[in-house]
């Protein structure tokens, strides 16, 4: 169908009632809505909060990859050593965390963030001393995003040879990781042209495949594909009912 409900979800990755929200914005037409509790009305702002937040860091940590000499000397310099290219950079929002215990907690509150949600995304931890520290410092990252372009997760990359190769978002009211798909904002008009994705297992297996032209290549975050990760295709190409072929190619990353 070409309904224009149909068409505002597949251009903007929203579900139906968004898509009728936004319409009904542009022309002026009034929603009856049912009123939300108070619980519903808290865990909406506690969503919009982590969001907003959520947008900052990555705003943040992309200036550091690029406008910091850290940065460029280490993360930079990493990305580009295993063949990323400075256009899929900018494509995929990558950054960099300055290796400092507490550089971005810092900046954050200095600019009114609130600690509490800092820490309901993971961008910061306390220790048992009550100190605070940065999660992410030192680490290359990828930034999650939603099919609407949403930052709901951040991945850090370690480059010094920690014990950790990666430190993840942990879950949280926007982020649940069998529910998402590394890349979906990137490659849902390609899947939604195509009909066809390819399922990889890594951040970097998904920007080598869009470097190489492939830019239907999405990565399943959780341990394995599952219902609510495939549910993800029908938000990046609602329009049809059609399924989307997936091919899967899961390899370790070096």
């Known amino acids: 169908g070409g309904s224009p409900v149909n068409f505002i979800m597949e251009k903007e990755g929203v579900n139906y009632h968004d898509a009728l929200v936004h319409l009904a914005k542009k022309y002026g037409i009034k929603i009856e809505e049912r009123e939300q509790t108070d619980e519903e009305r808290q865990q909406q702002s506690q969503r919009e909060g982590m969001l907003v937040v959520n947008e900052w860091a990555m705003q943040r940590m992309e200036h550091n990859l690029t406008e910091t000499d850290e940065g460029r000397n280490v993360g930079l310099q990493y990305l580009y050593q295993r063949g990323i ?45 009550g100190r605070y520290y940065d999660r992410f410092r030192g680490r290359v990252i990828f930034p999650v995003l939603n099919p609407a372009g949403k930052v709901i997760a951040f991945g850090g990359r370690g480059i010094k040879g920690e014990a950790a190769k990666y430190i993840n978002s942990p879950e949280s009211l926007i982020y649940r990781k069998s529910n998402e798909l590394y890349g979906i904002y990137q490659a849902k008009n390609s899947i939604v042209r195509q ?17 190489a032209g492939f830019n239907n290549a999405v990565a399943s975050l959780g341990t394995a594909i599952c219902a609510p990760s495939a549910a993800t ?22």
Not at 107 to 129: I, M, N, P, R
Not at 195 to 211: P, R, S, T
Not at 236 to 246: G, I, N, Q, W
């Open 233 to 254: 295709f029908t938000t990046a190409r609602p329009v049809r009912s059609e399924p989307v072929m997936v091919t899967t190619a899961f390899a370790a990353e070096p």
């Open 195 to 211: 009909d066809k994705c390819f399922l990889v297992e890594g951040y970097m297996d998904v920007i080598a495949l869009h470097q």
């Open 85 to 129: 290219t400075a256009e899929a950079i900018k494509k995929f929002r990558l950054g960099y965390a300055i290796d400092k215990g507490q550089d971005l907690y810092d900046q954050a509150v200095k600019e009114g963030y609130d600690v509490q949600t800092l820490k309901d995304v993971g961008l910061c931890g306390e220790s048992q001393q």
